[in-house]
């Protein structure tokens, strides 16, 4: 998950762990430059991404992706209250919605 809010990490880790339940390993970051360092030292089956990372944007890190995993892109989600992100990447879930949709669409979004 790349959330540069710490209230909103561990909200969202606990969404993910209802989500998924204890086959959930969450890794967390909050930079676009400190996902790119996770993203190439490991594989994800997902990877959960606020637009609006301070200094960043989770844009950033779809373009890291784009350009140096291609074969991760499928796997990119944006979480995000921001509007128009699926003129960017088709997979969004809106901040705010209720939790059982929010564990609905994440599970829908998994390999």
Known sequence: MIED???LQRATTRLIHRA???RAAVSICGTAGSAAFLLGACMFDLILSDYDLGTSTGADVLE???DRQPEMV???VFFSGTDGLTKIHPKVI???IDVETF?????G???
């Open 5 to 7: 809010d710490p209230a």
């Open 20 to 22: 998924l339940g204890s």
């Open 64 to 66: 890291y992706l784009r």
């Open 74 to 76: 499928d796997r990119f």
């Open 94 to 96: 809106e901040k705010g």
């Open 103 to 107: 564990v609905q669409q994440l599970q």
């Open 109 to 111: 979004y998994l390999p």
